[in-house]
Structures are given as C-alpha cells and as structure tokens.
C-alpha cells in the first residue's frame, strides 16, 4: 500500500487518507487523526534537600504564571527541607491554572509530604517510601522570645497538618503525628490511603459549591425595602 496522505482538518486536525485505489480505502479499518497540543509539559525534579525561598523563585513563577493548557509535574525524591520554600510551592501550585501532577519517586519525607498531596493529581511509582512527621527547627533569643516563637510555630504547623493531612490520615492519627509519632509508609499504603483522601477532598469541593451557591441564592433575593422614617411632630411651646 501506498504511504498514506496528511489532508487538513477542521480545528487544526489531520486525517491520513490512503492514496491507494477506491476497492483499497474501503478496506481500511480505521482513520487516524492527530492535532497539535495547544499547552506545554513542565518538569521539576526535587531530588535533594529542600533549600531557601530564593532558590527556587523560577520554579515558583514557572508554576503561577502556567496556563490552563499547560501540564506540570513535580517529582519528588527529598528527605523535606525548609517549611517556607515549601509553603511558597504550595501556594503557586493553588494559584496555577495548570493541571499540576506531583509525582513520588523514591522516598519522600516531611515537607516533601506536604507538597504531593497539594497537586491536582497524584503519582506513586512501586517501592517507594513515605514518612509523616512533626516539624523540627529552632528559636534563640530572650526566654520569652523563643517561648512566644515556639508556641506560635507549633500551632502554625497544626493548622497546616490538619488542612493537608486530614482524609489521608485520621484523627487520631494525626494528634499522634504531632505528639511525635513517625509514620512510615510504602507505596501500597500510600495508594490505599490516596482513595480516603480523593474522597475526602471531593466532599469537601461539594460543601463549598454548595455553600457558593447558597450564598449566590441569598444575594439574589430581592430586599425588603425599609419603610420610610415618620417624621416627628414639632412640639408646640406655649409662653407664660
């Protein structure tokens, strides 16, 4: 059979016709069509220890300023690293109007933990290792200093793990998480608890349109309007 010919589409599409005889073209089983990719592919390799904010400014901005056609993917291989630089990655992956796919690779521990569970869909390769834990760090300065910034960071931290964990750990869990508790875990227990906190995270995507949608009802009522204020008699004063 003759190479098959490239004839433009409607939407950019292509389909390949025969250039064999009518009796031949008849005979093929299928058609084939390809289109270009409107969006690019983002690859980030996180494969050390988690550095400062400022080095990873160009992944961040990468990440925010992506469009809604583009796919990025996060890989993942670190033992944690500094909180903040994590915080900022999860917040461009919120911002992104990318389809933004964390991938584990290896083990992933502490901060790394946190920003796999931020993407928007969620890798496990086999034989990897995962671990939830406390946060770790230090304060100096005045006793009262530290004390202050000791119990700030751990009530911060609280609500983070709570917000992230939740669905994908319970309760329990995590109070023990907190209390100290390490929690190593392997691919298939990573991909058995991913299914609870899929779950977890579509209930709570329902609440809030929900709730969206209560509020966008509310705001469409007409109001009642406030009858006008009567006037108050002028007292008549009568002189002596």
Known sequence: MANPKKKKNTDEEYEYESEAGEDEAKEQAFHFYEAPLAGKQYHFYLSDSIGPPKDYVEMIQ????????????????T??????????????????????????????CSLGTLIFLHGDEMVVHDHCLFMVHNHS???????????????????????????TYAGFMTEAEIKRMMAGEDFWMTSTEVRE??????????????????????????????KPRRAPRKKAAKKKTTKK
């Open 62 to 77: 990468r990440i925010k300023c992506a469009s809604p056609h583009d796919v990025i993917y996060v890989y993942l291989n």
């Open 79 to 108: 033992p944690g690293g500094h909180i903040n630089t994590g915080i900022q990655i999860i917040s461009a992956i919120k911002m992104s109007q990318a389809h933004v796919i964390t991938v584990i690779e290896g083990e992933v």
């Open 137 to 163: 760090g230090g304060a100096y300065g005045k006793g009262h200093e530290y004390l202050a910034s000791a119990n700030a960071t751990a009530r911060w931290f609280g609500e983070l793990a709570e917000e």
């Open 193 to 222: 608890r991913l299914q609870n906190f899929v779950k977890h995270l579509d209930d709570q995507r329902k609440m809030r349109e929900a709730e969206q949608a209560k509020a966008e009802e509310e705001a469409a009522k007409p």
